[in-house]
């Protein structure tokens, strides 16, 4: 059996050494880490993963994109699809910024206490936070898929605009099922924003680092939820009164996580994802095939606790 290579691309002119840890961790015997890949010089990179190892033994080498940019890394990822051809390809798990674990791993909590998919009595209703960075778009793009009605949450009109704008063109997800909303802090009981608290059972956190996108009047406001997720883990937290490390604690009617609590299921995702790009050379890994991972760990692990 060849040693598995993982081919670390990253956009960052330093490659991750946290992803690099991570790949060791879930059994990449060789790292080959290359920092300030762009679209333009990917080529060479894939062409020598592709044309060293034959038959089976191509399944052996892997490449994982990550860096910061997530749009720089995503046009990274597109170059890598069409430089495959036939069989000649390898597995490729897309994660910058972690965003698609982190989000596929704040979807499938939110999927242990509420129902997501559609068909359920009354669609569930979510509210994303910080909607429109890196993290955030996926949570919103990966809880549409499922049927959610999801409201994209921003400071700015336009850029939550522009969020579900995306969601409809390039992922077909039906405009009455989204809902573009502009808050800036505070809170108000007779504003728009106050009202789609009300109506959410599911409210996902995913603001930058330190800032605070609801307070405890927003809380308040938000009585139907059951499930409230904060993924910034830097203090002050962004739902206040929720804690890094809070995994599904109840508070009143609802479940809270932080970023730590949902941060144990978004590795298992990661290690799984690497896994797999090391078992099939056709995988080509972006946010609904990880949150598809992430749903298959939760049901191994729901087996495993029932009697
Ligand atoms: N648990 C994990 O493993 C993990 C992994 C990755 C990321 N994270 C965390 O997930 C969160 C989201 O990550 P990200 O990279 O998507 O974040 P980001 O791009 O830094 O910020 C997300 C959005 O927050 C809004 N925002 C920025 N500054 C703000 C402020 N001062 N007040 C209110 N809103 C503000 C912006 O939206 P508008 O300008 O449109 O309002 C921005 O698009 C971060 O807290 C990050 O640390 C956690």
Known sequence: MPKKVLIQLDCDPQPSTFDAIVAVDAGADVLLRHGGVTAENVVPLVHGGMFTRGGGDLASTAIFVGGSDVAAAEAVAAKIRSTFFG???????????????????????????????????APCRAVVLGGTGPVGQRVARLLAGKGTHVAVVSRSRERAEAVTRQLIDAKGVSAANLQAVEHHGGFRADSGFARVLAAADVIVAAGAAGATLLDSAGRLAAANARVFIDLNAVPPSGIEGVSAGDKARADGQAVVYGALGVGGTKMKIHKAALARIFSATDAFLDAEDLLAIGEGLEAARRSMDSP
Request: charged letters at 10%; aromatic letters at 0%; proline letters at 9%.
């Open 87 to 121: 069989p000649v390809r390898l597995g490729v798990l897309v994660d910058p910024s972690g965003a698609n674990t982190t989000a596929a791993a704040a979807v499938v909590a939110a999927g242990r206490h509420v129902p997501l998919a559609a068909g359920a009595a």
